[in-house]
């Protein structure tokens, strides 16, 4: 479809990196967990929103939204992640009867099978987000800017030069 056309998604890296750069340099981070209040949820889960656009990160979305409310960035952070649960649990539950009656030619799958899947994505996906975590306690989000950035130009220039097709 036009919006997995790639050019969309590499300007949007792009794009949304000086949103999340903004909320970086303006956000006071000044609020913690005690503070947080109903508007702030629904700001931040409203933000998760952004990500239906290709090339703009769910988490990158949510902590900008919680930065640029003052919370500080792990705050932000685990916050997002904690949101993240009923829209990501909601999805698994929309797909389900996909994963036993694929359309067209993909692979089914037998429950045991998913529950494996299911098992191993949950323990990686938890190390990675305990590992961001950690990381954002000492390092802001520009790393994250920076190499939304470069992937952004690396799909730009391939595009450009033809090395590969938009869509």
Not at 10 to 33: D, K, P
Not at 72 to 93: K, T, Y
Not at 96 to 115: E, I, K, T, W, Y
Not at 139 to 147: A, C, D, K, T
């Amino acid at each position: 479809t036009g919006a997995r056309n790639l050019w969309l998604i590499a300007s949007a890296l792009i794009i949304f990196s000086i949103v999340i750069a903004a909320a970086e340099y303006y956000g006071r981070q000044t609020r913690h967990e005690k503070q947080l209040t109903w508007k702030d949820s629904i700001i931040v889960g409203l933000a998760q929103c952004l990500a239906l656009v290709p090339g703009i990160s769910r988490s990158g979305a949510t902590i900008s939204a919680g930065l640029f409310l003052g919370l500080d960035r792990e705050l932000s952070a685990r916050f997002g992640f904690l949101l993240a649960i009923p829209a990501v649990f909601a999805s698994g539950l929309f797909s389900l009867p996909d994963a036993f009656h694929p359309v067209g030619d993909g692979m089914s799958a037998s429950g045991p099978q998913l529950l494996v899947a299911t098992v191993i994505a949950f323990v990686i996906g938890f190390l990675a987000v305990a590992w961001f975590l950690r990381f954002l306690v000492r390092h802001s989000m520009y790393w994250f800017v920076g190499y939304r950035v470069i992937l952004g130009t690396v799909v730009l220039a391939l595009l450009g030069t033809g090395v590969v097709s938009a869509t």
